[in-house]
């Protein structure tokens, strides 16, 4: 059974057109190309069909990495995916063909800087958070107020008399439903103390 080069072109929206993309794929020799139009990177179907349809020893060839993925992460993951197949991927226009050695380097540095991203955001989202907590800015969900707590807890224990629900209650003093219970049973606990 012998590889076959399978082309892979996407347009972001109507308006456009994957002309170019697809005369690009077919003189580098692809023999089938799937192509659709769509806004997202996330639901492309005919990229799953692509998928379906590449064995062991074939090449998937794109025009451009972001005609295939939105983060260097996403195409981390494609790749990994398809390299663990038996597949190759070919980019056109960024001249990368991650079956040689060179494109192998380019996958492990773009794997690197992945990994070099998401630990900058981790950071930067940590030293914001500590910042935040030295000025006294309270970090997560709202608290409420003893007030409001009471009033919740009040209406709780009269809902046999006032009709309330547990969520209508929870409407109307803006206290989670798991305060209530919680502070009910501390409520009931220390009066059977």
Known sequence: MSSELVGYARVSSSKQDYALQIEKLESYGCTKIFYEKKE???DRPEF???LEYLRSGDTLVV??????ARSTRDLHNIVHELSGKG????FIKEQIDFSSPAGKLMFTMLGAIAEF???LINERTREGRE??????KHMGRKGQSDKQVQQAIQLFNERKDNGLSVNDIVKLTGVPR????AKSKQI?????D
């Open 40 to 42: 997202s990177a996330a």
């Open 87 to 90: 597949i190759g991927v070919v």
């Open 178 to 181: 798991s305060t209530i219970y």
């Open 131 to 136: 910042r935040a907590k030295a000025k006294g």
């Open 63 to 68: 025009y451009k990495i972001d005609r295939l």
């Open 117 to 119: 991203e998401k630990d």
């Open 188 to 192: 009931s606990k220390k009066d059977a």
């Open 48 to 50: 799953k069909r692509a």
